[in-house]
T-cell receptor, first 110, second 116 residues
Framework: GQSLEQPSEVTAVEGAIVQINCTYQ??????LSWYQQHDGGAPTFLSY????GLEETGRFSSFLSRSDSYGYLLLQELQMKDSASYFC???????????FGTGTRLKVLA | DGGITQSPKYLFRKEGQNVTLSCEQN?????MYWYRQDPGQGLRLIYY???????QKGDIAEGYSVSREKKESFPLTVTSAQKNPTAFYLC???????????????FGPGTRLTVL
């Protein structure tokens, strides 16, 4: 089957750097996406890796290695507002079905 | 402003009743999705639609039904056959990427359904 595994919870302090991993078992996909969801809210798009390597968007960066079946989201200069759940997601080729990861709850401490 | 709207925000239902959740988008996206989210859990795909008049079952379609008569609209009906329907329901549409572009899902604000 197809699955994306993430750590269930990560805790870090304000100003720190944190990495959220996403390991997957899927035969292929267009690209790896990352979404942020605050409690009670809807997920919002953060980043997308169509190709292997690092994509940077402000404080957030995302990395993909298809050969290692692995990706990660890197959050720098953590702020309290970054406390949220983070999901990786993929869409296999030839389908419109989306597969979301198990999700990681990030807690940022003062 | 372009976006996705869901209504109502909160919905209460008695056991044994069917209920329909609304989802409308004006982003001109072809593909639309329905997800269910339970407290502290991830997103589970209920149904998705690639194009008008076509839809596919997701991972947890039992007890749910959808229609896609218009590009803008993708309503979800939670039927009495759904044994545990209390959850947060999210609708989304897909902005498709080109070969090296960005595949992005846009989500509505969600409907929180409670069965009494």
């Amino acid at each position: 089957g197809q699955s994306l595994e993430q750590p269930s919870e990560v805790t870090a302090v304000e100003g720190a750097i944190v990495q959220i991993n996403c390991t997957y078992q899927t035969s292929g996909f267009y690209g790896l996406s990352w979404y942020q969801q605050h409690d009670g809210g809807a997920p919002t798009f953060l980043s997308y890796n169509a190709l292997d390597g690092l994509e940077e968007t402000g404080r957030f960066s995302s990395f993909l290695s298809r050969s290692d079946s692995y990706g990660y989201l890197l959050l720098q200069e953590l702020q309290m507002k970054d406390s949220a759940s983070y999901f990786c997601a993929v869409r296999p080729p030839g389908t419109y079905k989306y597969i979301f990861g198990t999700g990681t709850r990030l807690k940022v401490l003062a | 402003d372009g976006g996705i709207t869901q209504s109502p925000k909160y919905l209460f239902r008695k056991e044994g009743q069917n209920v329909t959740l609304s989802c409308e988008q004006n982003l001109n996206h072809d593909a639309m999705y329905w997800y269910r989210q339970d407290p502290g859990q991830g997103l589970r795909l209920i149904y998705y639609s690639q194009i008008v008049n076509d839809f596919q079952k997701g991972d947890i379609a039992e007890g749910y039904s959808v229609s896609r008569e218009k590009k803008e609209s993708f309503p979800l009906t939670v039927t009495s056959a759904q044994k545990n329907p209390t959850a947060f329901y999210l609708c989304a549409s897909l902005k498709q990427a080109g070969r090296a572009g960005t595949d992005t899902q846009y989500f509505g604000p969600g409907t929180r359904l409670t069965v009494l």
